[in-house]
């Protein structure tokens, strides 16, 4: 199956600092990518959709300024969370799906980052 | 809105036993549904997906049925081992936004 590789896997970082994470497609192009967080003991939550070359879309809730969304090219789409809190320590996880496939086919997904904000 | 709900919410059985996990979703208009399997601090690995046309999915000692009418799915899992304690977690993609919406997971524990 595709892969999809995110890094880091785990980053600690300060209180007020700025924490970049990136999601690669390794064999295949995606147009399209998705970034959800999950809290401990819940489940996966959508933040946005990322499609490559223009404005993610952020699901309501999610503050656009905070959590920076880039994804400007067809293999990689990156989340840059600002000025971190420790409200923001999270498990970051992104998903890809191939371009020109249908909605209904399979997203793949990242290994995911844990984030520790202290 | 659709919601997907998983019970039960954890579950511990001796090794060797058959069991099942349950999937409920709140709107029958989806794509597909997907089965994952988590294991503590990493990512998910994709076990077995439906497409919204199909009924069931077969993958080793993996069995997982969907009836979509009744917004229902199972995941059964036969002879269970040590190695298949792990999270569950069931998601449909939504036939209306395109999105996946999860389910809370089921915790699952084989003991030997």
């Known amino acids: 199956g595709a892969v999809v590789s995110q890094h880091p896997s785990r980053v600690i970082c300060k209180s007020g600092t700025s924490v970049k994470i990136e999601c690669r497609s390794l064999?295949?192009?995606?147009?399209?990518m998705f970034w959800y967080r999950q809290f401990p003991k819940q489940s996966l939550m959508l933040m946005a959709t990322s499609n490559e070359g223009s404005k993610a879309t952020y699901e309501q809730g999610v503050e656009k300024d905070k959590f920076l969304i880039n994804h400007a090219s067809l293999t990689l789409s990156t989340l840059t969370v600002t000025s971190a809190h420790p409200e923001d320590s999270s498990f970051y996880i992104c998903?890809?799906?191939?371009?020109?496939?249908?909605?209904?086919?399979?997203?793949?997904f990242g290994q995911g980052t844990r984030l520790t904000v202290v | 809105k659709q919601e997907v709900t998983q019970i039960p919410a954890a579950l511990s059985v001796p090794e060797g036993e058959n069991l099942v996990l349950n999937c409920s979703f709140t709107d029958s208009a989806i794509y597909n549904l997907q089965w994952f399997r988590q294991d503590p601090g990493k990512g998910l690995t994709s076990l077995l997906l439906?497409?919204?046309?199909?009924r069931e999915q077969t993958s080793g000692r993996l069995n997982a049925s969907l009836d979509k009418s009744s917004g229902r799915s199972t995941l059964y899992i036969a002879a269970s081992q040590p190695g298949d304690s792990a999270t569950y977690l069931c998601a449909v993609k939504d036939g209306n936004t395109g999105k996946l919406i999860f389910g809370q997971g089921t915790t699952l524990q084989v003991k030997p």
């Open positions: 064999d295949f192009q995606a147009t399209t």
């Open positions: 998903s890809a799906r191939e371009t020109g496939t249908l909605i209904r086919t399979e997203a793949f």
């Open positions: 439906i497409q919204s046309s199909q």
